[in-house]
């Protein structure tokens, strides 16, 4: 099997051997995929197993604007900027995994077990003033450490940020 690859700047068309495209990304195939978790800006997020690991990660299938045309440039800004932020209060993006095509793309992230949206909808009580205290703390450190390298958040609400198991606030959807 192969594929046609399109230079965007010359409309050569070069055909190559399905999976050499990957590069130095992992293969999906190394994640067994659980369930879907939610769905964000740039696409569909799944809870997954590292099978490799043993660890429990974020899967975010990329969403392509246009099949044939490649990964948006607002993903690749994403994956970009993610890649290069640590953070203890910014989610962690952990590796990149394709499949066969260029088609399914995916950012594996560090896993948090809630999104604050969801789990406030969801309490059966509210948080108490110092825990408020604490989440917002955790969020103006992860938004300062942004801003310091010159991002702007510009979808900054609460399913984009995320809690772990550990109560750690970890910001997402940074671009």
């Known amino acids: 099997m192969s594929q046609k690859l399109v230079s965007l700047t010359t409309g050569l068309v070069t055909t190559v051997p399905d999976g050499s495209l990957r590069g130095k990304t992992r293969d999906i195939k190394d994640y067994k995929i659980m369930n879907q978790i939610g769905e964000g800006t740039y696409g569909i997020v799944y809870r997954a197993l590292d099978i490799e690991s043993g660890e429990i990660v974020a899967l975010k299938r990329v969403r392509m604007e246009q099949e044939n045309s490649g990964l948006p440039i607002s993903a690749l800004r994403e994956i970009t900027l993610l890649r290069k932020l640590q953070h203890p209060n910014i989610v962690h993006v952990q590796d990149m995994a394709s499949g066969v095509t260029l088609k399914s793309i995916y950012v594996v992230m560090e896993y948090c077990h809630h999104d604050l949206g969801k789990l406030l909808a969801h309490m059966p009580v509210a948080f108490l003033e110092s825990e408020v205290k604490c989440l917002v703390l955790q969020l103006l450190e992860g938004v300062r450490y942004l801003h310091r390298r010159f991002i702007i958040h ?22």
């Open 154 to 175: 510009r979808d900054l609400k609460v399913s984009n940020l995320l809690l772990t198991d550990k109560g750690i606030l970890k910001v997402a959807e940074h671009c």
